[in-house]
């Protein structure tokens, strides 16, 4: 059987305390799920036990079997958070109980959508009190996700009605949608123990993803990358395991003492811990209580427990059966991801009174009472394509596997959301970073603005450093996304691109007659030296007017091309570079090697001044050294092709 193409299900049980949930299992599976001895000794589930579960096709699902006592009502919640089918047990002498109803509101803030009513013990009661208990049941179930659900009437210690639960379940479970598994790897640990020779395993339900004997996987909290040894199912080795299983891992170097339950493996490099959290928060009708702005509460998310308090952002209370946008500011971290449901139990006395889900697992802190924030978390809710334009939208730029990160979703899920997106030009593309159209629009609007004001400020220059336009922009901005915005706005004709400088459409540097004179100023200088060019400092000292503005008329000689820098402190003027440019070809037209000494003769010039012009040549590959020698590279067939 093709372990992947199954319907991998985990069922998971609910109900008052000894209404015979463990006894059920027992009956179904074989399995006894009470471990500890003071289970036995007591007669009632105290933490979470499992077992596998052959369905009558032969397939294998997983049970997970929660305690029904008040008592642990936590570690009911460690385990409920990952099934897909839950069998409510209900003792037929008893009818529906206080922890029933506590497990039932859990139930349904998390959002369980398929689930069996199982009346156990019938054997002893008579068909005309189950039939009240039965039409008991209903009323108070009604509203619920279990109103229409089948009602299986069972004895855990006859086996009276197993067989016809079993097949039951095997029905439902051939209704449930396909799990995850392309999603990213996410495996909330419930159980972790030492086993002697092996080391350190842990147990969990698979969220999402899959699981491969070797993988590499990250521990969080603990923040170590570590190696899958082994993967188990149901107590059997296996290659690999999928989303929708009951899994154990043998983890290669990782030290037991680094994990507790609420610890995750995933995959590496992907999630991240968060310590606030944007919430759809609903608060139950039962609440004996309104929840007030910042009041502390007991968040139960995946396997992890944390105390935190809820951010009311529109509001000061939460009145019992209201419903608000929230968010909650948590104790420590835990790792999060949208969409996943969680419970909130009241800080003291611990009762369930609400839940939610998560809207947004990395949000900034939000100042209260904005109508924008308001209806930005809104809109975070209206499904996975409103989410990621979100996202997009504040965060962006940004890699598509950076929003396959952020939204939990496969890549293929993504990419066709961003490709819908983009028709709906909403979205584009820079580069490889997606970001929102009308960001890219505002930001070729603010180059173009950006380089008109550089030609007001200095309009001396051939245009803006490229650098500096840059530097504008936010520096999550690939250089490849930066290219393409300067591209598309020099194919509008909006701007020119020169070498290192970004300039308006049709701009020239004017200087003024004034401007003119000391421009002149400078040239003489360097015509005059010849090739025994002085360094900018020297020049400084022979000019009568301001540092800053000689600066100025530097920089319009270099960007004209009347000038040429051959490093920081070496200048020529480009009619001397030319004739040193000539030299040099012929010499190589009779010759194969050039030394600095033979150059330096060749010009008539100085040593420093030679160096800075053959390590300009080299730069620009019309030479190459070998040791103390140049030969010539790709040097240009004309005196004017600098």
Request: net charge negative; with cysteine; proline share 4%.
């Amino acid at each position: 059987m093709n372990a992947s193409k199954d319907r991998h299900a985990i069922i998971g049980t609910a109900g008052h305390v000894d209404h015979g949930k463990t006894a059920l299992i027992h009956a179904l599976t074989g399995s006894e799920t009470d471990r500890l001895q003071e289970e036995k000794k007591r007669g009632i589930s105290i933490t979470l036990g499992f077992a596998p579960f052959t369905l009558p096709n032969g397939q294998v699902a997983g049970v997970v079997d929660v305690p029904g006592h008040e008592r642990f009502i936590s570690n009911m919640l460690a385990g409920i958070g990952g099934i897909d089918l839950v069998l409510l047990v209900i003792d037929v002498m008893e009818g529906m109980m206080p922890q029933t109803h506590e497990h039932l509101e859990i139930l349904e803030l998390l959002q369980i959508r398929r689930g069996i009513i199982v009346l156990n013990k019938c054997d002893l009661a008579e068909e005309d009190w189950i039939e009240l208990v039965e039409e008991e049941i209903r009323e108070k179930v009604r509203g619920t996700f279990l109103h229409k659900s089948p009602i299986r009437r069972v004895s855990s210690v006859s086996g009276s009605g197993i067989d016809a639960l079993r097949h039951t379940i095997q029905k439902t479970i051939e209704e449930l949608p396909a799990k995850n598994c392309d999603g990213l790897l996410r495996l909330p640990v419930d159980r972790h123990f030492t086993v002697d020779g092996f080391g350190t395993v842990i147990t969990g339900t698979l969220l999402s993803g899959e699981i491969h004997a070797g993988d590499s996987v990250d521990a969080l909290p603990a923040g170590d990358t570590i190696r899958v040894r082994e993967v188990q199912v149901h107590g059997q080795r296996v290659d690999k395991a999928f989303a929708g299983q009951r899994v154990a891992l043998n983890l290669a170097g990782l030290d037991r003492s680094k994990l507790e339950r609420g610890s995750v493996i995933c995959s590496p490099g992907v999630f991240e811990q968060t310590q606030r959290i944007d919430v759809r928060l609903s608060l139950l009708e039962s609440a004996s209580r309104p929840l007030k702005f910042r009041a502390p509460v007991h968040v139960y998310l995946g396997t992890a427990r944390v105390v935190g308090l809820v951010a009311l952002l529109d509001r000061d209370e939460l009145k019992p059966g209201e419903s608000v946008v929230a968010q909650i500011h948590l104790e420590r971290p835990l790792v999060a991801h949208r969409e996943d449901r969680f419970i909130i139990r009241s800080y003291s006395p611990m009762t369930t009174i609400g839940g939610g889900k998560v809207l947004d697992a990395k949000p900034v802190k939000h100042r209260r009472f904005r109508e924008e924030i308001i209806e930005a978390l809104a809109e975070l809710e209206s499904g996975e394509k409103a989410f990621l334009f979100q996202k997009v939208t504040s965060l962006g730029p940004m890699k598509q596997k950076e929003l396959e990160t952020v939204s939990g979703l496969g890549r293929e899920r993504v990419t066709e959301l961003l490709e819908t997106l983009q028709q709906e030009k909403k979205v584009t593309l820079l580069g490889n970073q997606w970001l929102s159209y009308e960001t890219e629009r505002s930001w070729q609007i603010r180059l173009a603005k950006e380089v008109y004001n550089y030609h007001q400020n200095n309009p001396l220059l051939p245009g803006i450093p490229r650098a500096t336009l840059k530097s504008v922009l936010p520096a999550k901005l690939a250089l490849k996304g930066f290219d393409q915005l300067l591209n598309t706005l020099s194919e509008t004709a909006k701007l020119e691109q020169i070498g290192e400088w970004i300039k308006n459409a049709g701009f020239s540097p004017t200087p003024t007659e004034n401007q003119r004179q000391k421009i002149q100023q400078i040239v003489e200088i360097y015509i005059s030296a010849g090739t025994q060019t002085p360094i900018w400092s020297e020049v400084l000292d022979n000019l009568n007017f301001p540092i800053t503005e000689a600066e100025e008329y530097l920089a319009y000689l270099l960007g004209t091309g009347v000038l040429v820098r051959l490093n920081e402190e070496t200048i020529f003027h480009q009619e001397i570079y030319q004739k040193s440019l000539l030299a040099l070809q012929q010499h190589f037209a009779d010759h194969s090697a050039l030394t600095l000494a033979e150059f330096r003769d060749i010009l008539g010039s100085a040593r420093k001044q030679t160096k800075a012009l053959l390590d300009h040549f080299d730069e620009r590959q019309y030479t190459i050294r070998r040791g103390d020698e140049r030969v010539a590279w790709k040097l240009p067939e004309n005196r004017f092709c600098a």
